[in-house]
Nanobody, 122 residues
């Protein structure tokens, strides 16, 4: 199994930036893809971004495309979500995830972090 530890959440004003980090440990060899989902109160868990570990290929939700970037650090087995030009609608708990295939649905992913709160004030 893969353990995922997230950090970097917080409170920012609209237009500001945050960088989330997710460090993976354990049986990471089976984690071909890592990514981020978010969940706001009363809403379903929503895809944000993913990255294929070996190639660096990325995918982004339309709602964040052009504002967010995802990257990886091979030496530390860590993924990052750089969030720029944040909007109040980005307010949610952000979850790091890992799995074997890239997908926009949460079901194929195997491991999940504990979540980190991102709050954007207007």
């Amino acid at each position: 199994q893969v353990q995922l530890v997230e950090s970097g959440g917080g409170l920012v004003q609209a237009g500001g930036s945050l960088r989330l980090s997710c460090a993976a440990s354990g049986r990471t060899s089976s984690s071909n893809v890592m990514g981020w989902f978010r969940q706001a109160p009363g809403k379903e868990r929503e895809f944000v971004a993913s990255i294929v570990w070996s190639s660096g290929r990325t995918d982004f939700a339309d709602s964040v495309k052009g504002r967010f970037t995802i990257s990886r650090d091979n030496a530390k087995i860590t993924v990052y979500l750089q969030m720029n030009n944040l909007k109040p609608e980005d307010t949610a708990v952000y979850y790091c995830t890992a799995g074997r295939v890239a997908a926009r649905a949460p079901s194929p992913y195997v491991s999940w972090g504990q979540g980190t709160q991102v709050t954007v004030s207007s």
